[in-house]
């Protein structure tokens, strides 16, 4: 009983102190302590099989390339326009013999083309795949219009087509990319291991007379008599806006072919046609099934950049068409271009300790190197360097409480918390470490005089995080809405 008559007066002293309105009878760090320890103990209890022990790092930190009126925009959220998909559209013979005549397997044609981006014609237009060489990478197609990202192919496996990898036949004849048969006539989707239609999961096309096709054995080849893909329409853009198409690298891939062992870019890599990873080619025949009254684009792409490198530029390769394409401009030596690195900083500002939602501060860093193509004999073999600098942008408030973020050696001035708020403020920072993550944020205390903080650091390997780094692609969830363990590193159950 006296020891818990004593605790019972501490409790009333304290209350006593929490009451009085000077700091100095207010123990701050006591009660910033007791709610990180609560925090900790909640989130133990919220996802039990999430190993403390790990690198709260999720991010990749692979280089974006943006043209620099655009690097600003925020790249996760959808503007003006769109796009639809179409019927079937079988891909002419005569289009897949010239392509193969202007983009040859394993030679260098970087010459037939250069960085470049596009403007929006006035019309809608048009894009289909028509082939893919021997692509090493899983990747997804995105195009940038105004600054702004739109997702337009994605791979898809064939468990999603109802297949099994002991059964890939078992499939509806559903998804995006498809080829028919010699043999009985019938059109297969493209997807499972390279003995059964297609190496890669979706993203396989070949030539239809048989050449790129292998039996398991390696004896005989395969023929494929047609290729079929869903066309994608775009519409709604502003005439005349930037855009962009780039390769987001979702699995990286090694393999042996040709005697040459390749090593495949990282995860998360974007290979754009700003950085000369594409090629346009626009003294295309015109196809059989495109009207008279259409122009025709053929765009060539290399899904790495790397020392043996084979740049034959036809890894996917796809069709633009519509009464006007988007016109290419090539990046001149002299022209800038952005590369961008960004971390994507998801904070929870102990509001409450059993929330999870990472979204009390969603703020995107960067650092941003501007650039300049140097071309030799037609070709760029090398970038300028003309100077870096540091940025960062606020893009989501999901708390209510007042903070001030440290990032690198600035200081930005407090903000109110505005709860569901997405602001897309931009402040220039320095002194900031895209790997040891130097970010720190000062939260408003709970029970607190006005001007009492908690600190908020990026978290250390053991600790319960508060602060998680990931890709700036990742969306935040909605209020009071914990993020699903999956994002973090599950320990393997051996």
């Not at 004849?173 to 239609?197: A, C, F, P, R, V």
């Not at 030596?333 to 994507?344: A, N």
Request: charged share 20%.
């Amino acid at each position: 009983m006296k020891t818990n008559a004593k605790k019972m007066m501490m409790v009333i002293v304290a209350a006593a102190f929490t009451a009085c309105t000077s700091t100095d009878m207010y123990d701050e760090a006591l009660v910033e302590n007791n709610q990180k320890e609560s925090y900790a103990e909640n989130f133990a209890k919220k996802y039990p099989n999430v190993d403390l022990n790990q690198n709260w790092d999720y991010s990749t930190k692979q280089s974006d390339f943006t043209l620099v009126s655009t690097a600003n925009r925020a790249r996760t959220r959808a503007g003006e326009g769109g796009f639809t998909s179409g019927s079937w559209y079988e891909v002419d013979n005569n289009t897949l013999s010239w392509m193969h005549d202007q983009l040859v397997e394993a030679v260098d044609n970087r010459a037939k083309g250069h960085p470049f981006y596009m403007t929006v014609p006035g019309n809608d237009f048009t894009i289909v795949p028509i082939y893919q060489g021997q692509a090493g990478a899983m990747w997804n197609l995105h195009v940038v219009v105004d600054g702004v990202d739109y997702l337009v192919w994605q791979k898809i496996n064939n468990a999603s087509l109802g297949g099994t990898e002991a059964d890939p036949s078992n499939e509806p004849l559903t998804g995006t990319i498809q080829i028919k048969d010699l043999d009985n006539d019938e059109w297969h989707n493209l997807h499972g291991q390279w003995y059964d239609w297609g190496y890669g999961h979706w993203n396989s096309l070949y030539n239809t007379d048989g050449s790129d096709r292998w039996n398991p054995d390696w004896t005989a080849k395969n023929e494929v008599t047609a290729v079929r893909a869903i066309p994608y329409t775009f519409s709604g853009f502003p005439v005349g806006a930037e855009m962009y198409f780039y390769l987001d690298v979702t699995e990286s891939g090694s393999g042996e072919w040709d005697g040459y062992y390749h090593i495949m870019n990282n995860v998360g890599a974007h290979e754009s046609s700003l950085k000369g990873q594409m090629l346009a080619l626009q003294d295309v025949p015109r196809p059989a099934n495109i009207s008279d009254d259409n122009e025709v684009m053929i765009i060539g792409c290399e899904d790495s950049d790397l020392r043996d490198n084979d740049w034959d530029m036809n890894d996917v390769v796809f069709l633009v068409y519509g009464k006007q394409v988007p016109k290419p401009i090539k990046i001149e030596e002299g022209d800038d271009i952005e590369e961008v690195k960004t971390v994507r900083y998801m904070i929870e500002d102990l509001g409450a300790t059993d929330d999870f939602d990472f979204n009390d501060i969603v703020i995107d860093v960067s650092n941003i190197r501007t650039i300049s193509p140097i071309y030799t004999n037609g070709v760029v073999t090398s970038w300028k360097d003309k100077g870096s600098r540091q940025e960062a942008i606020i893009r989501h408030l999901g708390g209510t409480r007042s903070f001030i973020l440290s990032i690198g050696d600035t200081q930005l001035d407090e903000h109110a918390g505005v709860l569901g708020s997405d602001p897309n403020e931009v402040y220039t920072v320095s002194g900031w470490n895209i790997n040891t993550h130097n970010i720190s944020v000062q939260v408003e205390q709970q029970g607190g005089s006005t001007g009492v903080y908690n600190n908020v650091v990026f978290p250390k390997a053991g600790e319960a995080p508060m602060i998680i780094a990931v890709d700036p692609s990742q969306g935040w969830m909605s209020e009071r809405q914990s993020v699903p363990e999956s994002w973090f590193y599950i320990p393997d159950s051996e």
